[in-house]
């Protein structure tokens, strides 16, 4: 079945480490996305892509980065810059005629 | 400003009660409309969108949602509530320019009582 996958489902990072969440996809949707979830404080972009090699920056860019060498994947590093990133991490894409989101599974980013 | 609003942050219904959840938006054109549902610590599923025709969609889970285009809003409707329908909804709009983004309101946390 098509769908989006992210890992880990759980991950914990050290102050002052670059930590890498994956997202990988097999809707072939050209659209991939990004946001940060906290509690109480609903989704928030921060990144997308629209195509392959091109990405955007959503409104709480600062502390990440992200690539899109292939269509099916949209990796996002949570830099040491981040200084708040313990957060719940949705990706998500969209893609033909389906104007609304396919979401992954998340994954939860705690700071030990 | 073009916004998503879900007024309620909290509901608690009685089990076998009816719900209403209400989104408000707002856009110079109707956008697509959507209704997403998010257990804890899982991704949002799609219990229905609107795109154009009858302004009463029918989605998963026993959901249906009305769109009122003189009202600006599309309320999340459920007959009788189950236990299981504990979760966050959020209400999403798709503004149909500028690529294709959601954009999401804050969510609306349902409680359900036995």
């Known amino acids: 079945d098509g769908g989006i996958t992210q890992s880990p489902k759980y991950l914990f990072r050290k102050e002052g480490q670059n930590v890498t969440l994956s997202c990988e996809q097999n809707?072939?949707?050209?659209?991939m996305y990004w946001y940060r979830q906290d509690p109480g404080q609903g989704l928030r972009l921060i990144y997308y892509?629209?195509?392959?090699?091109?990405?955007q920056k959503g409104d709480i860019a600062e502390g990440y980065s992200v690539s899109r060498e292939k269509k099916e994947s949209f990796p996002l590093t949570v830099t040491s810059a981040q200084k708040n990133p313990t957060a719940f991490y949705l990706c998500a894409s969209i893609g033909g005629a389906d104007y609304g989101y396919t979401f992954g599974s998340g994954t939860r980013l705690t700071v030990v | 400003a073009q916004s998503v609003t879900q007024p309620d942050i909290h509901i608690t219904v009685s089990e076998g009660a009816s719900l209403e959840l209400r989104c408000n938006y707002s856009?110079?054109?109707?956008?697509?409309l959507f209704w997403y549902v998010q257990s804890p610590g899982q991704g949002l599923q799609l219990l229905l969108k609107?795109?154009?025709?009858?302004?009463l969609v029918q989605g998963i889970k026993g959901f249906e949602a009305e769109f009122k285009r003189s009202q600006s809003s599309f309320n999340l409707r459920k007959p009788s509530v189950h236990w299981s329908d504990a979760a966050e909804y959020f209400c999403a709009v798709n503004p149909r320019y500028a690529g294709n983004m959601l954009t999401f309101g804050g969510g609306t946390r349902l409680m359900v009582k036995p």
């Open positions: 609107y795109f154009s025709g009858d302004t």
């Open positions: 856009y110079g054109a109707t956008p697509y």
């Open positions: 892509s629209q195509i392959v090699n091109d990405f």
């Open positions: 809707l072939n949707h050209d659209a």
